[in-house]
């Protein structure tokens, strides 16, 4: 229980020191899902600690992920009639987005020659944590693994996506939102957020479509494809 205390509160700290220096410094390499991992890595080395034994103290917060997800409903039921409006666009680039992050995935791991079990560990980094976590062990893959491919799929985005949007003159909110809620999941949708508030609505709306879309091809079509190679 001492243990449990002892991560969790050193975790929270951590990331809530991350958080203060990127609000007084906005330069991207200073986000919170990239430094305080970095900074949570350095302190079980420093301490001898195995993260096997980190996992089980900070399980409430892996816990959390769930809910914390569920949560970005708030600002979709605040915007529902614009969503309800453009539902038909909406489903359909996030369908076609989905298609083609797996298939990518699936088709690049094989070019390198991957092993099978990295193979499918990869094909749901598309997909927020929780979810791809879950994908992952269904198909054969490595949680573990699979959460470590999210969080760089997910800086990557959040570093290329706004780069995208200004190379590619995005002016549309919904366009943004969706850019970054499908390609760099639960790091686009806080960056999304930054921007403005529909921008953020309509990335979490492209997130949460994407984890279900993503768990229907993965769990339906990529065992076929996985058994016919």
Request: aromatic letters at 10%; glycine letters at 8%; hydrophobic letters at 55%.
């Amino acid at each position: 229980m001492l243990l449990q205390s002892v991560s969790v509160v050193v975790t929270v700290l951590v990331f809530w020191m991350c958080k203060k220096i990127y609000a007084r410094w906005k330069f991207f390499f200073l986000t919170p899902l990239l430094i305080c991992p970095i900074l949570i890595i350095l302190l079980l080395a420093v301490f001898h600690t195995p993260y096997v034994t980190y996992a089980k103290g900070t399980s409430l917060l892996t816990n959390l992920l769930g809910p914390a997800t569920v949560a970005f409903a708030v600002p979709m039921y605040k915007h529902f009639a614009l969503l309800k409006k453009y539902s038909i666009e909406v489903l359909m680039s996030i369908i076609v987005g989905s298609a083609m992050a797996i298939t990518s995935s699936f088709l690049f791991s094989l070019w390198m020659g991957l092993s099978t079990s990295t193979v499918d560990s990869i094909v749901p980094r598309s997909i927020t944590t929780p979810i791809a976590m879950n994908i992952s062990q269904l198909i054969g893959g490595l949680p573990t693994m699979t959460a470590v491919f999210v969080i760089i799929t997910g800086l990557i985005g959040m570093i290329v996506g706004p780069m995208v949007i200004r190379m590619l003159s995005i002016k549309a909110s919904i366009a943004k939102g969706l850019l970054l809620g499908m390609g760099a999941h639960g790091a686009g949708t806080s960056r999304a957020f930054e921007i403005g508030e529909l921008e953020g609505t309509f990335a979490s709306l492209g997130m949460i479509v994407a984890g279900i879309v993503g768990f229907i091809l993965t769990s339906t079509f990529f065992p076929i494809l996985d058994h016919s190679l």
